[in-house]
């Protein structure tokens, strides 16, 4: 079965510093997809970065962007220059490319220090 | 871009009774919806998937007769709580999903709904 670890329950990180999330993930799949989700306090899910398996080149959106390793199976999320609106929860996330359901870690909390 | 709502955002409920809750996608067509749990401070629980026109799919543990799901169109799925206890109560957080048709699709969330047994 797959499963999602993220092993920082919660970080820091002082504003307009770079801070990394760490994601790592278990499955037997060549072919899927990985997503980091941010959950602020609204509760509002937001997709921040998608990275699709088969795709060497790391993911970037802005002031984000993933370390994608496919043999270690791992997927972190880097924040440059963080600002008080990224203070959330961040969500790690996996999915099958051949299937619908969407496995989530348990979250890591990040606080911006202003 | 792609906007999933859901009604009510709060609902506070007597221990016994039913509780309807409204998902819906207001610019897309979304051939699948997705039903999730999330207690406090914790991650998102997938409960079931549910398609256009076809029973919900349930994940392992969740009770199909007491989360009833109807997914009556392609931009409208329900959950219903019923006989809710206050167990049940939680944040309830659906999905759906833009189709292209090749599994390339997106999952949009909705705001959540919190649901307070009493």
């Known amino acids: 079965a797959q499963t999602v670890t993220q092993s920082q329950p919660e970080m820091s990180v002082q504003e307009a510093e770079t801070v990394t999330l760490s994601c790592t993930y278990d499955?037997?799949?060549?072919?899927?997809?990985l997503f980091w989700y941010k959950q602020p306090p609204s509760r509002q899910m937001i997709l921040v970065i998608r990275q699709e398996a088969y795709k060497q080149q790391n993911a970037t959106e802005n002031r984000f962007s993933v370390n994608f390793q496919k043999a270690a199976k791992s997927f972190s999320l880097k924040i440059s220059d963080s600002q008080l609106g990224d203070a959330a929860m961040y969500f790690c996330a996996y999915r099958w490319y051949r299937d619908d359901k969407i496995i989530f870690g348990k979250g890591t909390r990040l606080h911006i220090l202003p | 871009g792609a906007v999933v709502s859901q009604h009510p955002s709060r609902v506070i409920c007597k221990s016994g009774t039913s509780v309807k809750i409204e998902c819906r996608s207001l610019d897309f067509q979304a051939t699948t919806m997705f039903w999730y749990r999330q207690f406090p401070k914790k991650s998102l629980m997938l409960m079931a998937t549910?398609?256009?026109?076809?029973?919900?799919?349930?994940e392992q543990g969740v009770e199909k007769d007491k989360f009833l799901i109807n997914h009556a169109s392609l931009t409208l799925s329900t959950l219903t709580v019923t006989s809710a206890h206050p167990e049940d109560s939680s944040f309830y957080i659906c999905?759906?999903?833009?189709?292209?048709?090749?599994?390339?699709?997106?999952?949009?969330f909705g705001p959540g709904t919190r649901l307070t047994v009493l």
């Open positions: 999905s759906a999903s833009l189709s292209q048709g090749d599994f390339t699709d997106t999952q949009y």
């Open positions: 499955t037997s799949e060549s072919d899927y997809y």
């Open positions: 549910s398609n256009e026109g076809s029973k919900a799919t349930y």
